[in-house]
C-alpha cells in the first residue's frame, strides 16, 4: 500500500475549512484527515504556509497551448490536459463551437476516443456550445450554421460521442427549445442558454422545463433593461439555476460581476475560462474555430474588435475573485471546484476533496497564487 500524508495550514473541504493538519493519500486517493501528526511512519510532504484545494474544475473552454478542440486532433487534447495542470485545471469539458454538422460529429467522435488516452487534466464530458443560437448576440460562432434546437440531431452527435456530451448551450427563443429542453433533460443532459436575444419570459420558459445554466453571464446575452429584464435578469433571478462568468476584468467589471455575485448567491456562481488556442501562448495571430484572432494587451480580438473567447487561466479567475474582494479564497475556491462540478452532475468524480475520490488537488499560498497541481496523488505541476 502506496501512503502519504500531505501537511498544510489549511483545507478547502467542500463543507467547511480546516486546518492545520495532515491528509492522507492512499493509493492515489483521498484518504482520512487528521489534526495530529500521524504516529505511524510514511512520508510526510510538507506544505507549511499554504493551503490545499480540491483540482479546479473547468465547464467551459475551447482551446489552450495552441490547440483549439475543433482542431479534431487527438494529440492537440492530449497536450491542452497536460498543459492544463499548469493552471490547477484537473478536470475540463472540451467544449465545440458552432461548426458544420458533420464536423461536430467527427470532434464528439475524436473526444470520445481520446478521453481514456490524456494523461493531464480529466476529461470529464463535452460542452456542445450552439448551434442552436441567435444571431443579434453570435460572439465568434459562426452565423451560417445557426439552426432550430432539433433532438434527432443532437442524438446523432451524442451517439459519436458515445454518451459523453453531459452539456449544451441553447438561445432559448428557438423554435423548439422548450421540447427539446425537457426531453434531453429527462436524459441527465444539462441544457444551458446563451448567445440569446431571449425575453426574460423566453428564458423562464425554458428554464421551467429544465434549463439550468446561464453561459458567460453579461456576454452574448440581452442585457438588463428597466421593462425587459432579458437574459441578465433572468440569470439575475431565476431560481435554482447557476450562472457562468468569465473574471479576467475584460469581459465584465469586476463592479458588476460583484453586483451579479452578491445578487444570484456565491453558491450559484460558476468561474469559467471560455478560453481558446491562445491561452498560455504569447502575443499573436491565431484562430477561433473558423475565425482569425489577434491576442493583444491580454484579450484575443476578431478583426472587427469584438471578444472573441478569452485567455484566461482558471487559477488566475479564481486570484481576481479575491484580489477585487468579491470573494474570500474559500468563496472562490467553490466557484472554481465544487459548483461547477455540480452544476453538471459531476460532483460524485471532481469538485471536492473526499475520502476515495482521485487525489486531484491543488496548492496555493496565501495570496492564492498556485503553487502545485495533484493528479492522483502525484505532483505534475511545480510553480518554482
Given at each position: 500500500m502506496?501512503?502519504?500524508?500531505?501537511?498544510?495550514?489549511?483545507?478547502?473541504f467542500?463543507s467547511?475549512?480546516?486546518g492545520?493538519?495532515?491528509l492522507?493519500?492512499?493509493?492515489?486517493?483521498f484518504?482520512?484527515?487528521y489534526?495530529?501528526?500521524?504516529?505511524w511512519n510514511?512520508?510526510?510532504?510538507?506544505?507549511?504556509?499554504?493551503?490545499i484545494?480540491?483540482?479546479?474544475?473547468?465547464?467551459?473552454?475551447h482551446?489552450f497551448?495552441?490547440?483549439d478542440?475543433?482542431?479534431?486532433?487527438?494529440n492537440?487534447l492530449?497536450?491542452?490536459s497536460?498543459?492544463?495542470?499548469?493552471?490547477?485545471?484537473?478536470s475540463?469539458?472540451?467544449t465545440t463551437?458552432?461548426a458544420?454538422?458533420?464536423?461536430?460529429?467527427?470532434?464528439?467522435k475524436?473526444?470520445?476516443?481520446?478521453?481514456?488516452?490524456?494523461?493531464g487534466?480529466?476529461?470529464?464530458?463535452?460542452?456542445?456550445?450552439?448551434?442552436?443560437?441567435?444571431?443579434?448576440?453570435?460572439g465568434a460562432?459562426n452565423?451560417?450554421?445557426f439552426?432550430?434546437?432539433?433532438?434527432?440531431?443532437?442524438?446523432?452527435?451524442?451517439?459519436?460521442?458515445?454518451?459523453?456530451?453531459?452539456?449544451?448551450a441553447?438561445?432559448?427563443?428557438?423554435?423548439?427549445a422548450e421540447?427539446?429542453?425537457?426531453?434531453?433533460?429527462?436524459?441527465?443532459v444539462?441544457?444551458?442558454l446563451?448567445?440569446s436575444?431571449?425575453?426574460?419570459?423566453e428564458?423562464?420558459?425554458?428554464?421551467?422545463?429544465?434549463?439550468?445554466?446561464?453561459v458567460?453571464?453579461f456576454?452574448?446575452m440581452r442585457g438588463?433593461s428597466?421593462?425587459?429584464?432579458?437574459?441578465?435578469?433572468a440569470a439575475?433571478?431565476?431560481?435554482?439555476?447557476?450562472?457562468?462568468?468569465i473574471c479576467?476584468?475584460h469581459?465584465?467589471?469586476?463592479?458588476?460581476?460583484?453586483?451579479?455575485?452578491?445578487?444570484?448567491?456565491?453558491?450559484?456562481?460558476?468561474?469559467?475560462?471560455?478560453s481558446?488556442?491562445?491561452?498560455?501562448?504569447?502575443?499573436?495571430n491565431y484562430?477561433l474555430g473558423e475565425?482569425?484572432?489577434t491576442?493583444?494587451?491580454?484579450?484575443?480580438?476578431l478583426?472587427?474588435?469584438?471578444?472573441?473567447?478569452?485567455?484566461l487561466k482558471?487559477?488566475?479567475a479564481?486570484?481576481?475573485m479575491v484580489?477585487w474582494g468579491?470573494a474570500?479564497p474559500?468563496?472562490?475556491?467553490?466557484?472554481?471546484?465544487?459548483?461547477?462540478a455540480k452544476?453538471?452532475?459531476?460532483?460524485?468524480v471532481?469538485?471536492?476533496?473526499?475520502k476515495?475520490?482521485?487525489?486531484?488537488?491543488?496548492?496555493?499560498?496565501?495570496?492564492?497564487?498556485l503553487?502545485?497541481?495533484y493528479l492522483?496523488?502525484?505532483?505534475?505541476?511545480?510553480?518554482?
Amino acid at each position: 500500500m502506496n501512503k502519504t500524508y500531505i501537511y498544510a495550514d489549511k483545507f478547502f473541504f467542500n463543507s467547511s475549512t480546516v486546518g492545520p493538519g495532515y491528509l492522507e493519500i492512499i493509493n492515489g486517493r483521498f484518504g482520512d484527515f487528521y489534526r495530529d501528526k500521524p504516529t505511524w511512519n510514511h512520508d510526510i510532504i510538507d506544505y507549511r504556509g499554504y493551503s490545499i484545494a480540491p483540482g479546479l474544475v473547468d465547464t467551459h473552454i475551447h482551446g489552450f497551448k495552441n490547440h483549439d478542440v475543433m482542431d479534431n486532433d487527438a494529440n492537440g487534447l492530449k497536450v491542452m490536459s497536460e498543459a492544463l495542470l499548469s493552471t490547477g485545471v484537473t478536470s475540463f469539458l472540451p467544449t465545440t463551437l458552432t461548426a458544420d454538422h458533420e464536423l461536430l460529429n467527427e470532434v464528439a467522435k475524436t473526444i470520445s476516443q481520446t478521453k481514456d488516452e490524456v494523461t493531464g487534466a480529466k476529461i470529464q464530458g463535452i460542452f456542445f456550445e450552439g448551434p442552436f443560437f441567435t444571431e443579434k448576440y453570435k460572439g465568434a460562432q459562426n452565423p451560417s450554421y445557426f439552426t432550430d434546437s432539433d433532438l434527432n440531431t443532437f442524438y446523432e452527435w451524442q451517439v459519436s460521442a458515445k454518451g459523453l456530451i453531459n452539456k449544451i448551450a441553447i438561445a432559448p427563443e428557438r423554435n423548439g427549445a422548450e421540447d427539446f429542453t425537457h426531453e434531453l433533460t429527462k436524459h441527465g443532459v444539462i441544457v444551458s442558454l446563451g448567445h440569446s436575444d431571449a425575453t426574460f419570459q423566453e428564458a423562464r420558459e425554458v428554464v421551467n422545463a429544465g434549463a439550468s445554466i446561464f453561459v458567460h453571464a453579461f456576454n452574448g446575452m440581452r442585457g438588463l433593461s428597466h421593462r425587459e429584464p432579458g437574459m441578465v435578469g433572468a440569470a439575475m433571478s431565476l431560481k435554482n439555476t447557476y450562472s457562468e462568468i468569465i473574471c479576467d476584468g475584460h469581459h465584465v467589471h469586476p463592479s458588476v460581476i460583484k453586483l451579479f455575485v452578491d445578487t444570484i448567491g456565491k453558491e450559484n456562481v460558476i468561474l469559467i475560462t471560455d478560453s481558446m488556442m491562445a491561452g498560455g501562448m504569447p502575443e499573436g495571430n491565431y484562430m477561433l474555430g473558423e475565425f482569425p484572432v489577434t491576442l493583444k494587451d491580454g484579450t484575443a480580438r476578431l478583426n472587427e474588435g469584438s471578444l472573441a473567447g478569452s485567455v484566461l487561466k482558471l487559477n488566475d479567475a479564481v486570484k481576481n475573485m479575491v484580489d477585487w474582494g468579491i470573494a474570500t479564497p474559500e468563496e472562490a475556491i467553490m466557484m472554481a471546484t465544487y459548483t461547477p462540478a455540480k452544476s453538471i452532475d459531476i460532483d460524485y468524480v471532481c469538485g471536492q476533496i473526499k475520502k476515495g475520490r482521485s487525489a486531484d488537488f491543488t496548492v496555493f499560498d496565501q495570496q492564492m497564487n498556485l503553487k502545485a497541481t495533484y493528479l492522483d496523488g502525484i505532483c505534475r505541476f511545480k510553480q518554482d
